[in-house]
């Protein structure tokens, strides 16, 4: 059974550390998150990594593609997700694992993804959520890997919005928090589904949405958001 936290830190603890660096990760936790959010790529051959951009140039300064960069030849300080995992293991975090794929390569990165966590999940851990925009990406891991839960991740309201969800057999939705709407909100929560946000800063904000019915807040300052929650 999965059980997800009131808080996720995105991409570790962004408003702190370099985003999805597992320095990023080790704050989340000292400032009190249980789980972090983090976004797999493949290398250009093939090797998970951390990165959320198809570019490496915004978070390290090389201006090359993840696409066509093997994993010997990535920037320090970017790490394999089986590094990650190492790291959720020693720290004690669960992880809502965004598979944020090239393009092209949406079946193939959810499945190696879900490989790499069967063969790498510390058993100490809560189980993983996995997420994506891309409903290929979830398809292929639910094929592979039925076992690990997953969320669609959708920026705003979308008419098919349950019949995507349905397809993938999402056990919920992570949104956009600014764009999330009541009606939206009660209809999320009436099918049943958890309903998760990013990426919210604002305690004020995080606040009205958990009194909305929101379930997870993901922030880039999960102290701030867990001490307005509390």
């Keep these: ?6 808080v996720i830190g ?3 603890a962004a408003a702190y550390s ?3 660096t597992l320095e990023s990760f080790r704050e989340a936790r000292r400032r009190g998150a249980t789980w972090v959010e983090t976004d797999i790529k493949l290398t250009a051959d093939g090797v998970p990594i951390v990165m959320h951009d198809e570019s490496l140039k915004r978070t390290t300064g090389v201006d090359r593609l993840v696409a066509q960069t093997p994993r010997a030849e990535l920037p320090a300080g970017v790490p394999t997700f089986e590094e990650a ?5 020693e720290e004690g975090l669960g992880c809502n694992v965004e598979i944020k794929p090239c393009p092209g390569r949406e ?3 959810g499945r190696v993804v879900v490989e790499t966590l069967r063969r790498c999940w510390p058993a100490h851990l809560p189980a ?4 994506s925009f891309k409903d290929e990406s979830l ?5 592979a890997a039925p076992e690990f839960a997953r969320a669609l991740l959708l920026g705003k309201f979308v008419e098919d919005w349950r019949a995507r969800v349905d397809a993938v057999a999402a056990l919920g939705v992570n949104t956009n928090g600014e764009k999330l709407t009541a009606p939206w909100t009660c209809a999320i929560k009436d099918a049943g589904l958890v309903l998760g946000v990013y990426t919210i800063d604002d305690p004020k904000v995080a606040r009205v949405l958990v009194g909305m019915g929101v379930d997870v807040v993901i922030t880039d300052a999960p102290d701030v958001i867990l001490a307005a929650l509390a």
């Design 10 to 12: 995105h991409r570790g």
């Design 128 to 131: 993983p959520l996995l997420s």
């Design 107 to 109: 079946a193939e990165t």
């Design 139 to 143: 398809a292929a891991a639910r094929a």
């Design 18 to 20: 370099p985003e999805n």
């Design 1 to 6: 059974m999965l059980q997800l936290p009131k």
């Design 85 to 89: 995992i190492a790291c959720f293991g």
